[in-house]
């Protein structure tokens, strides 16, 4: 299997585009809409199935990145299944999908159930 399709779009960008032209968004849990927003040129180091940004010891795994665009063309590098569309800088919107209700099972009765046998009445 060959490297991830991530891998190779970041080290083209990094190595052969100007990475400032670039914006990518990861998912960030506690930041505003859970996405935060950088420059392809924060970003230090491309690993196997990871980068880091400089000047930060974490990495971020590339199962994390909603999208990578350029926002001077609107040419969409990478998205996401299903990461909600959005305009690079907006901020407030959630890429998570909605959840689902469980709908109500029409084989299982609404009334509760009796107990069998009775109980017997104690004296």
């Known amino acids: 299997m060959g490297p991830h ?19 990518l968004a ?17 970003i230090e180091r491309v690993g196997k199935s990871w980068f880091a940004l400089k000047g930060d ?25 299903g990461a909600a569309p959005r305009a690079p800088g907006a901020s407030g919107r959630s890429h998570r999908r909605p959840t689902r209700r469980a709908r109500p099972n029409p084989h299982r009765s609404r009334i509760s159930p009796r107990r069998w046998p009775p109980r017997s009445s104690r004296s």
């Open 57 to 81: 010891d974490s990495v971020i795994p590339f199962h994390r990145i909603a999208w990578i665009v350029n926002p001077r063309t609107g040419e969409r590098l990478w998205e996401k299944r």
């Open 26 to 42: 990861y998912v960030h849990r506690g930041a505003e809409g859970d996405l935060v927003e950088v420059r392809a040129s924060e």
């Open 5 to 23: 399709p991530l891998r190779n779009i970041l080290n083209g960008i990094l190595w052969a585009r100007d990475p400032g032209d670039y914006i």
